[in-house]
C-alpha cells in the first residue's frame, strides 16, 4: 500500500519562509519521481514543483526563485522550501508521486495561509 505522509505548511505572514515534507512509504523511492502540487479555493490544482528520479527539476514560473525541492533517497521523503511567501500562495499543499505503471499517489493535503 503506497502511502504519501506530509507534514509543515501553515500560517505565515508575508515574506516568510515555510517548510514541507512528505514521507513516502509502499513504492521503490529511489526510482520513482515525485512532487509537489497546490490547489487554492476556486482554482484547478497545479504543479508547483517536481524532481525525477534522476534530480531533474521543473518549478511553476511563479515561484522559481523562491521555492527548492530536494528529496533524500535514504530517508524517503521529498521536501519543498518556501521562501519570499506571498498571499498568493495559499493554498492546499499536496505531495504526489507517480508509480512506475504510471498511477498517481497523494498526500492528505497541507494547508498554507499567507497573510498580508
Known amino acids: 500500500q503506497v502511502q504519501l505522509v506530509e507534514s509543515g505548511g501553515g500560517m505565515a505572514q508575508a515574506g516568510d519562509s515555510l517548510k514541507h515534507s512528505c514521507t513516502i512509504s509502499?513504492?521503490?523511492?529511489?526510482?520513482?519521481?515525485t512532487g509537489w502540487y497546490r490547489q487554492a479555493p476556486g482554482k484547478q490544482r497545479e504543479l508547483v514543483a517536481d524532481i525525477t528520479s534522476g534530480g531533474n527539476i521543473t518549478y511553476l514560473d511563479s515561484v522559481n526563485g523562491r521555492v527548492a525541492i530536494s528529496r533524500d533517497n535514504a530517508k524517503r521523503t521529498v521536501y519543498l522550501h518556501m521562501n519570499s511567501l506571498k498571499p498568493e500562495d495559499t493554498a492546499v499543499y499536496y505531495c504526489?508521486?507517480?508509480?512506475?505503471?504510471?498511477?498517481?499517489?497523494w498526500g492528505q493535503g497541507t494547508q498554507v495561509t499567507v497573510s498580508s
Open positions: 504526489n508521486t507517480v508509480s512506475l505503471r504510471a498511477r498517481n499517489y
Open positions: 509502499g513504492i521503490i523511492f529511489s526510482i520513482s519521481n
